[in-house]
Structures are given as structure tokens and as C-alpha cells.
């Protein structure tokens, strides 16, 4: 067994913007094992918006991020050492080991995960965590129809993509919302989408309403503001929103909504959810996710920053959008 290994810590609460400062990098001694313990070398850690809320004090739906521990983060990696009788070394799991080259674990709330059949990443992107946000918010919240128009923003991002590519598959005509001329290009050109909207060019509600000639019925919400209020302003009756994650309002901007009054006038279903509380369905959806990225149907994109003092960084460019699809930093 290794003597040491690194972690990045919650430092600091941010008060507004996130800075490397908030973070510090400790080196942390590897503990004996119990019996029952097993140690993980992480191989790639996830980068998530959900992690800024966690850095904040603020009542929300989970515990805050604690000062000095580990910063929380989904993990991919390769048992190295064992006294697990349900793990043995050499196996390749996924768990939320945190900002941390190595861990040592009760096995808990790991997974075993195929290394033959996807790269390790794709467990931490389309078939992890950010897939099943997008499986379930729209097979379980939007419920599209054939020939219904579903809209979904940060469409260029690992749980957007997702969510483009199944709702086409399903017979939907799907409008993206991403901001620049590359990411849209890429969400229309290779991942299939009907079209996308470029919110950084400056006609947010007339592009949108181009776009979507014969209204909106599923909105698949991860931005909120103004993508949210353009696709309300365009919703039909009887519509669903499936509200993921509201990152433009990290940085303390502006959330209002000024078409509040459509989601009574067209009789609208808003639901927000948290994947996590859904632990009974991932089965299904990763088996399913796993084959359609598999064969090819559902594509996927990372940005991968390298080692363990990059995530920082990389984590402060994900909240400003410089990501290109999933965001990963890549330890070994």
C-alpha cells in the first residue's frame, strides 16, 4: 500500500464567486485497513454544479460541504487493497470518494462498473450521475410524446446532452439552448438535436420562438433567469418542467421569473428533483444509458483538466460555462 496521498479541502465558504482560495491541497497519510475497509486509487473525479451549493451554508436539501474535509465529488477508480469481502483488488467501482487521489472506504455506496465495455470516465458523465438526472427528468417528469417540442438548456453539458439525445430518440423534436456558435454547432451537428439557440448572440426570445413554431411542451431545466423565463413565454398547455439545476444563479445573478403568470395560465407542471433521492430506478436507467452509449445512439463529450491541483480551476471554469460537455479531472 502507498504511504500518502493528496486531497483538495473546503478551505473557505466562497462569498459569491468561487476562487482557488476557497480550496487547499493536503497530503494525508493512508490509514491501516479494518477489516470490512478497502482502498480506492481514483482514476478520473467528477466536476458537478451541485458542488457550489454544498460550499454554501445556506439551508438546502443536503448537508453543506464541512471546512477542512475532503471536497465532496463523484469518483471512478481501481480497488488497490482489500479487507472487503465483497471487493477484491483490481475491481473497478464508482462511489463519491471526493477531491482525493485515494480513499479508503467501507464499500458502502460503491458500484462496480465494467472497465471492458465503456471507458471509466463515461461512469462519471452519460452513464453516471449526470445521465440518470437526465433519464429521469425527462422519463419521469417531462414524459414526452411523439412529435412534441422538448427545450433544454446548457444543452452542450453532460446532463443536457443526455437529455437532447433521449428525448429524439423518443420521437421529439428538441431544441437546445447552449451559449456560442461551437457548442451549438455541436449539439445540432453531432448529437442530433432539431436546433439550438445561441443565447450569447442577444435574441434569446426570438430565436427561441423561431425555433419552436408550434410551442414548447417539455422544458428540461438546468440554467434558469432568463433561459427559463424565454421557454415559459413559448410553453403550451398543459406543459411539464423538469427543473435540474438552476446554475446561473451561482453566482448570485438574477433568477426572476416575469412569466410567472404562464405557469397558471397554461396550467404547467414545474418539478425540481434531486437524482440522489431516486437510488431506486438507477438501475434500470444505467443499464439502459450504458446501451445506448454502447451502440453508439447517445454520444458524449468531456473536458478533462489533469491532476489533482487542477480541479480548482477547473471547477471555477464549469460554473462560468468554459467546460465542453462533461467536465472531469483526470488523476492516473
Not at 92 to 114: F, N, S
Not at 239 to 245: N, Y
Amino acid at each position: 500500500m502507498p504511504g500518502s496521498y493528496q486531497r483538495m479541502v473546503l478551505a473557505s465558504r466562497p462569498r459569491g464567486a468561487v476562487t482557488p482560495a476557497n480550496f487547499r491541497l493536503e497530503t494525508v497519510t493512508v490509514p491501516a485497513l479494518q477489516d470490512g475497509e478497502l482502498l480506492v486509487r481514483n482514476h478520473y473525479l467528477s466536476l458537478d454544479p451541485y458542488m457550489r451549493g454544498r460550499m454554501s451554508a445556506a439551508k438546502s436539501y443536503a448537508a453543506s460541504q464541512a471546512l477542512d474535509q475532503t471536497m465532496i465529488g463523484g469518483t471512478v477508480g481501481e480497488v488497490v487493497a482489500s479487507r472487503h469481502a465483497g471487493f477484491a483488488v483490481g475491481d473497478a467501482v464508482v462511489g463519491v470518494l471526493g477531491w482525493a487521489e485515494m480513499a479508503v472506504t467501507d464499500g458502502a455506496q460503491l458500484r462496480k462498473v465494467d472497465a471492458s465495455k465503456l471507458p471509466l470516465s463515461a461512469y462519471l458523465g452519460a452513464v453516471g450521475m449526470p445521465g440518470m438526472a437526465a433519464w429521469y427528468g425527462l422519463n419521469r417528469i417531462i414524459a414526452p410524446k411523439v412529435g412534441e417540442t422538448v427545450v433544454v438548456s446548457a444543452a452542450s453539458g453532460a446532463v443536457g446532452s443526455v437529455v437532447g439525445q433521449l428525448a429524439r430518440l423518443q420521437g421529439c423534436r428538441v431544441v437546445g439552448i447552449a451559449g456560442g456558435p461551437a457548442k451549438c454547432a455541436y449539439v445540432v451537428d453531432e448529437l442530433g438535436f432539431d436546433a439550438c439557440i445561441d443565447y450569447k448572440a442577444g435574441k434569446l426570445e426570438a430565436d427561441l420562438a423561431a425555433a419552436t413554431p408550434d410551442g414548447i411542451d417539455g422544458i428540461f431545466e438546468n440554467v434558469g433567469g432568463a433561459t427559463l423565463d424565454a421557454a415559459l413565454a413559448r410553453s403550451n398547455a398543459f406543459g411539464r418542467v423538469a427543473l435540474c439545476g438552476l446554475i446561473g444563479g451561482f453566482g448570485g445573478a438574477d433568477m426572476a421569473i416575469h412569466n410567472a403568470r404562464l405557469l397558471l395560465i397554461n396550467r404547467l407542471t414545474v418539478q425540481g428533483f434531486i437524482v440522489t433521492e431516486h437510488m431506486d430506478l438507477w438501475d434500470q436507467g444505467l443499464a439502459q444509458l450504458a446501451e445506448l452509449v454502447a451502440s453508439g445512439q447517445v454520444k458524449y463529450r468531456e473536458t478533462v483538466a489533469h491532476g489533482l491541483a487542477a480541479a480548482p480551476d477547473a471547477f471555477i471554469g464549469l460554473l462560468q460555462g468554459f467546460n465542453f460537455g462533461k467536465q472531469l479531472v483526470k488523476l492516473i
